[in-house]
């Protein structure tokens, strides 16, 4: 890995002159506020490197910003409008964002105008149907509980700048919080330049989901942990169900468009996995090494296998669908159907009885309530958010680094994917574990 140069600087509206009135402790005992400074940053890269004359250096030596709250802020709390969007496909946990936001923007700081846009950025285009949403902790009381989001989610209408800041501009909205994957993210980008160039003061703040965790540079997103575990309960049922019956297949498909780290993660959690397909390893189906000729070893040796597959793993095997959906991304076949098919054809034609059961549970999965992990991290995720928008800062995220909560330049976040990298731990982990060939290529 070489070391790559990062622009980590954070863009503020102006400087922050409010006393924060935020205040820990009560009146018997001493005050503290554990308040953040601009300065206080952590290393970027934790790892070292053998510079010219043999001693270990860092191999990055850029700094990231930390997150939290400011002893002054630049937003006087009684005059703020604040809204929040979430954006693109659901995912455990964003209702506990909205509740986090909500209640940190009331609770710690005062502000008591707080919109929940509908349907993402759609929900501010100029033709929208749909009314804001006023939030209070009352509305918000319980949503983390459920699945989904309150203010519902969808694709499109990032691209559409110009409406989206007249519709800010027409709400006097100062804050924006935006929760969405990449494509959200490179939104709430351009929304922050396009208010810049308005000169406008508004902060525009993400907080990243993608259930793919292929965002670049931060830990991990949100919601990821819950699919995992999620994922695990399916795999074990396919296990069952395979174990039990005549030369049985379990075959389930979780999510992961370009990054397998979800099929990865629940390989190492349920080690009942025998084939691990991911988007980053390609492989041939037919051939003395593709994967159907190691499905039937396996089959013949050991009576039975689990596959797990990603969504986005041997879309290479079929032709390209030729279509994109609202946010811009190539539509997939169906990796699971054509697996499932395949495998069926080829062990009619092998003369081998088989028995296989399909499971698909990627919405069941999606749809799911946050667990106790992801509740924790989005309740953080958004109070942070709520610290860097008070503070004046925009056009950045909220991420986790070094088990640190940092403020990341969106710019700077959305230039790379994050993939499973097939020479590192945890694919080495992933090997061992399901004993799968290496490479299934001829």
């Known amino acids: 890995m070489s070391a790559k140069s990062y622009d980590f600087t954070i863009s503020n509206l102006g400087e922050a002159k409010v006393p924060n009135p935020i205040i820990m402790g009560d009146k018997h005992g001493e005050v503290q506020v554990d308040y953040v400074r601009d300065s206080d940053h952590i290393l970027f890269g934790i790892e070292a490197m053998m510079n010219e004359v043999g001693r270990q250096v860092p191999r990055f030596e850029e700094t990231v910003e930390l997150a939290g709250p400011r002893e002054k802020i630049y937003f006087n709390p009684k005059h703020v409008h604040a809204a929040i969007a979430t954006c693109g496909g659901i995912c455990p946990g964003l209702n506990n964002v ?69 519709s800010l501009e027409r709400l006097n909205v100062n804050i924006l919080v935006t929760v969405g994957g990449d494509g959200t993210l490179r ?56 174990k039990n019956s005549i030369h049985g297949i379990g075959l389930v498909k979780v999510m ?120 924790i991290y989005c309740a953080r995720l958004g109070a942070h958010a709520v610290h860097a928008a008070m503070a004046g800062k925009t056009s950045l995220l909220i991420g986790m680094l070094h088990n640190r909560f940092v403020h990341l330049p969106i710019d700077v976040a959305v230039r790379e994917r994050n993939y499973v990298d097939l020479r590192g731990a945890l694919w080495r982990d992933v090997l061992e574990n399901t004993r799968q060939p290496i490479l299934m290529k001829n």
């Open 98 to 166: 909205i509740r986090s936001v909500v209640r940190c923007f009331w609770y710690r700081y005062g502000v008591r105008r707080i919109s929940g846009i509908q349907y993402g950025y759609q929900g501010l285009l100029a033709s929208s149907p749909w009314p804001v949403i006023p939030l209070d902790p009352d509305v918000v009381d319980d949503i983390q509980e459920k699945g989904g989001t309150i203010l519902g989610s969808a694709r499109g209408g990032g691209k559409k700048v110009d409406e989206i800041v007249d």
């Open 187 to 242: 939104g709430a980008r351009d929304i922050a330049e396009e208010v810049d160039r308005r000169g406008l003061k508004i902060a525009v703040i993400g907080i990243p989901k993608t259930i793919d965790n292929d965002l670049s540079l931060i830990q991990s997103s949100f919601g990821v942990d819950t699919a995992v575990q999620m994922a695990v309960r399916v795999v074990r049922g396919a296990h069952v169900e395979a």
């Open 256 to 375: 992961g468009r370009e990054s397998g780290f979800i099929a990865a993660n629940t390989s190492l959690a349920q080690s009942d996995v025998n084939f691990c397909l991911i988007p980053e390893n390609p492989f041939d189906l037919e051939g003395p090494n593709g994967f159907l000729a190691h499905l039937k070893k396996r089959i013949l040796d050991r009576d039975h296998a689990v596959v797990l597959v990603s969504e986005g793993a041997g879309q290479d095997l079929m032709p390209a669908t030729g279509e994109v959906d609202a946010s811009g991304n190539v539509k997939f076949h169906d990796i699971g159907i054509y697996l499932r098919d395949e495998i069926i054809k080829y062990f009619k034609k092998e003369g081998i009885e088989v028995n296989l059961k399909y499971i698909d549970p990627s919405y069941i999965i999606r749809s799911a309530p946050a667990d106790s992990y992801d509740s």
